[in-house]
């Protein structure tokens, strides 16, 4: 009986390792992938109000940064933007917090259409399900008519 569970014991123990490395193999896969391989800087400005947006493309091709909004009207908004491209168009979430209160986060839906050195942020029809806002699939994306045309400019 002493044998029995020895042996239970160390069949544990060597499994439990095992899963230890794989877990170690899968966080070095997913930081690699994670590895910036570029960084481009862009600047939209309508009227009183600025965008700024620092956009990384990362090794697995999605792209992730941080975007900083001063809309006259409204109060600032700075947070992350994650995403990936779809043919020429960027589609992204920005998770943001006011600057007046940063204790509630929100997230929206964007699109950017790359022009160019330019991106479009569109006008699309938003809509929220179960307290997640999304894009509608069946609405096209408006980069006609819109207020901000995002220039590239160098990163500081």
Known sequence: MKNLV??????????????????????????????????????????KDTIDLKLNTLKNGKLSGNMVMKVATATERTGEITGEFRGDTLF??????????????????????????????GNGTMQTTMGVTYLVKDKPIDFDRVKYKFSTLECK
Do not use: H, W
């Open 6 to 47: 020895i042996s239970c014991l160390l069949l544990s123990c060597i499994g439990l390792q095992s899963c230890k490395k794989n877990e170690e193999k899968k966080e070095a896969v997913q930081t690699d992938a994670e590895k910036i391989v570029s960084t481009q800087c862009y600047k939209a400005v309508y009227e």
């Open 92 to 121: 992204a979430d920005y998770t943001f917090v006011e600057v007046t209160n940063k204790t509630k986060t929100f997230k929206n839906p964007m699109a950017f259409l790359k022009r160019d050195n330019q991106l479009i942020l």
